[in-house]
């Protein structure tokens, strides 16, 4: 057990700032109730920080990170600058730098929430999707060809935690054409398969599936198939594991939500269907996420983005970074087995969960009028009264 913990904050863009600080509020009063003591620093980049000093993240500042338990993170993303200065040089690059191969998404549709699902309410929808991180479609293995042309594209990547594969292609095109690549690596479907097993024992998931396109993209997929086949037989015991095609899974996820408990993707379709996840539990306003090194530092954020449009109007529904909070907690008590780090987060779960259930509480997001500052208040006032009454 630790005697303290360090989070380093990364408030961002836009929104980000004004539903972190809801969260901090939140967590930093519980943490200090059970007498967990965390520390917290602040780190500006973003894209005032951009403007002002032409920096997204620079080396020094990514060492200094690694020496955090944890980074909280804002949002990236500001109209001034050009889309994907910001996103790839800090969001991705933290992603890739800090090797955070698991991307945690729990759908939960809370009591007091709308779901657009007809006929599913709190109970039916309630699943964790883990979507590997680093590789497919999203290792930047592209490039463009015009008519009547031949060239020769290079490319050093990462794969599956080792540094330097090298992959060589030679276009000759006749009519002008673009290209990506996909990567699925053995150590990267082989590790993030097995987080995906020892996370659904150590929370009593006793089924998995396992989403892909083997079908059609038979070489990156069907090794991706074959290793969870192999890794499924050490766990059969214990967790069930199952196969689907990406289509029926979304086909699945709107019709029959209930049937899911963890289900485990390739970077790409877990990045869809993640935001299908995060419409049938009620919007992306409800939807926390944790990027994750299972031995290193993990980050943590909403994935609402930074919704420019509502910056400064104290409007932003709070309740998608409360949660990410929270699910910080809950993987600083995987990682260090600290219980009071597992019962500050249940405590803020609850308290969002039975503010949201009470119907006085409605951001404009829900239909209501309720403010940024006045739903935090309200979760930290809940959150005490659970920490005082012994839950």
């Not at 993240?57 to 980074?71: M, N, P, R, V, Y």
């Not at 299908?276 to 919007?283: D, E, R, T």
């Not at 306003?285 to 909403?302: C, L, V």
């Not at 809950?330 to 119907?359: F, M, P, Q, T």
Request: hydrophobic fraction near 40%; proline fraction near 4%.
């Amino acid at each position: 057990m630790r005697s303290a913990y360090r989070i380093a904050l990364m408030p961002g863009d836009g929104i980000g700032p004004e539903v972190i600080r809801e969260a901090v509020k939140i967590g930093e009063a519980v943490l200090e109730s059970i007498g967990t003591r965390v520390f917290f620093e602040e780190f500006p980049n973003g894209a005032e920080h951009y403007l002002r000093t032409g920096e997204t993240l620079s080396e020094e500042t990514l060492e200094k990170l690694k020496g955090f338990d944890a980074i909280f993170f804002g949002a990236v993303g500001d109209p001034r600058i050009k889309p994907g200065i910001l996103e790839k040089g800090i969001l991705l690059k933290l992603r890739s730098s800090l090797d955070l191969y698991v991307n945690l998404r729990p759908v939960k549709l809370l009591n007091g929430v709308e779901s657009p699902l007809k006929g599913f309410g709190p109970g039916d929808i309630d699943f964790v999707v883990i979507r590997e991180n680093t590789e497919d479609f999203y290792v930047d293995m592209g490039g463009r060809v015009d008519a009547s042309c031949s060239r020769a594209f290079e490319f050093t990547v990462n794969t599956g935690g080792a540094r330097g594969s090298k992959y060589r292609v030679e276009v000759d095109s006749s009519s002008g054409e673009a290209f990506q690549i996909g990567i699925v690596s053995r150590k990267g479907a082989e590790r993030i398969i097995k987080f995906s097993f020892e996370y659904a024992i150590k929370r009593g998931m006793r089924r998995i599936t396992f989403v892909d396109k083997a079908n059609v993209l038979t070489e990156a997929y069907g090794l991706w198939r074959e290793i969870a086949e192999k890794i499924g037989e050490e766990y059969k015991n214990i967790v069930e594991s199952e196969f689907m095609y990406v289509d029926a899974a979304a086909l699945h996820m709107v019709l029959n939500p209930k049937r899911f408990k963890v289900i485990v993707a390739p970077n790409m379709f877990g990045d869809i269907l993640t935001d299908l996840g995060a419409a049938i539990q009620g919007g992306l306003g409800f939807a926390p996420s944790g990027n994750i090194n299972p031995d290193g530092t993990s980050m943590f954020e909403p994935v609402h983005g930074s919704a420019p449009d509502k910056a400064g109007k104290n409007i932003a529904n709070p309740i998608a970074s409360i949660l990410t909070f929270s699910l910080m907690l809950e993987h600083l008590w995987s990682r260090y087995n600290d219980e009071h780090l597992l019962e500050a987060s249940r405590i803020i779960e609850k308290a969002v969960e039975n503010v949201l259930a009470s119907g006085k509480f409605k951001t404009v997001d829900m239909g209501g009028n309720t403010k940024t500052n006045e739903m935090g208040d309200a979760i930290l006032a809940e959150a005490k009264r659970l920490v005082h009454s012994g839950r």
